[in-house]
């Protein structure tokens, strides 16, 4: 490898030219990698590596990479990020509860596209909150517990075939609940960071 940058500094290899990529990545996460700082960004050659190209790198030589450069930053500046796409998510989610309705009787690949997006939404907003220490906030609070709610009753009378309410959750409650989002529950977490 002839080059190892972190975060822009060029930086002497941290392990030996004969070690495999997998040493290198395990190496990241065991040393580098805290509660203040997060890999945001690897790439290798110039080209960022998902999980899939890392495992496929795994065995490859260091001494055969040209280049690797890490990208670290910190659980809050990550979290503040996520706040700027949330309103964009949950705007692709109100689309695709649509689409769920629209097609009748859901088709179940795009029903479990849609459960996975919102327990994705859900998880987010947790870990957001959490890093950015913000404890009660009560419009925010409320949306969670509604979502959740929604969500728990949208896998339930799937489960039941009750397509009367499914529709009604998809076409009125879920937009409602994901429109409150963009409009009052992700400007409450802004507003809670800046203070």
Known sequence: MNHFVIN?????????????????????????VNDR?????????????????ENALGGVRISDIESVEVNFTSPRELAEETLQILVAFTYRLSELS???????????????????????????????????RVGLLQPVNLLQADLLSIVKDMVDVRESKDGLYLRDLLTIHLPENLKNWQETGVPALIRARDS
Do not use: C, H, R, W
């Open 8 to 32: 822009g500094i060029e930086k002497p290899a941290p392990i030996s030219p004969d070690s495999k990529f997998q040493d290198l990545v395990k190496y990241i996460n065991q040393k580098m």
């Open 37 to 53: 700082n997060l890999v945001s960004s690897l790439k290798v050659n110039g080209v960022e590596v998902t999980e899939t190209d």
């Open 98 to 132: 649509a689409e769920v309705a629209v097609a009748g009787t859901p088709d179940e690949k795009q029903f479990q596209k849609l459960i996975n997006g919102l327990q994705t939404l859900i998880e987010v907003i947790s870990t957001v909150k959490q890093v950015l």
